[in-house]
């Protein structure tokens, strides 16, 4: 008895090509979404930081007086003006030393100033007291996103176009106005 061989040779063989090709395309489909995830995730961490940061400065005026020192909280430096904070310790850190209420609101914004740059990349600060409420204060926390390589990953910064001039792509910003 003779067996004749089947015509469909290598149909096994191209069928696990086709395979791999499909899991392939899966499995880069997994990678990207699990790296969108890791973004996604550093870019909230770093909202989250921004806005514990700024509750902490507003908190800080409050204690020293709210509407009333508000002014000596203004801070109005450029994005590249702020590249350098300095590493100096507050006046009124000691006990021994009585400050009055302006010297505690520079070393309250040099603190802060260098936290925000410690916790956030390239983090910038920008503080002004409202033109028409005088008991209202403006702030903005700007910062360099690395994983946004685009405006259109970018959250609308209008309201950072101070801090954004000079800083280029990646940039997110957190606006608050605060009643003291």
Not at 99 to 125: F, H, N
Not at 131 to 141: C, E, F, G, N, S
Request: charge should be neutral; proline fraction near 2%; charged fraction near 20%.
């Amino acid at each position: 008895m003779l067996i004749r061989r089947s015509r469909a040779r290598g149909v096994g063989l191209i069928e696990l090509l086709v395979a791999i090709a499909v899991t392939s395309i899966g499995l880069l489909a997994l990678v990207a979404s699990h790296l969108s995830a890791l973004r996604s995730v550093k870019q909230t961490h770093h909202a989250s930081v921004a806005t514990q940061l700024a509750t902490d400065i507003v908190e800080r005026m409050r204690a020293n007086g709210g509407r009333d020192q508000a002014g000596d909280y203004v801070f109005t430096n450029s994005w590249s003006g702020q590249a350098q904070v300095p590493k100096t310790e507050p006046a009124c850190a000691t006990k021994a030393v009585t400050c009055s209420a302006a010297e505690i609101a520079a070393d309250d914004l040099l603190q802060w100033r260098q936290s925000v740059r410690a916790l956030l990349p390239e983090g910038s600060v920008y503080i002004e007291k409202d033109a028409i409420v005088t008991d209202v204060i403006r702030l903005w926390l700007a910062w360099r996103d690395p994983a946004s390589a685009s405006d259109e990953d970018v959250a609308d910064t209008t309201d950072c176009a101070q801090l954004k001039a000079s800083a280029g792509d990646g940039i997110q910003c957190l606006f608050l106005r605060v009643k003291l």
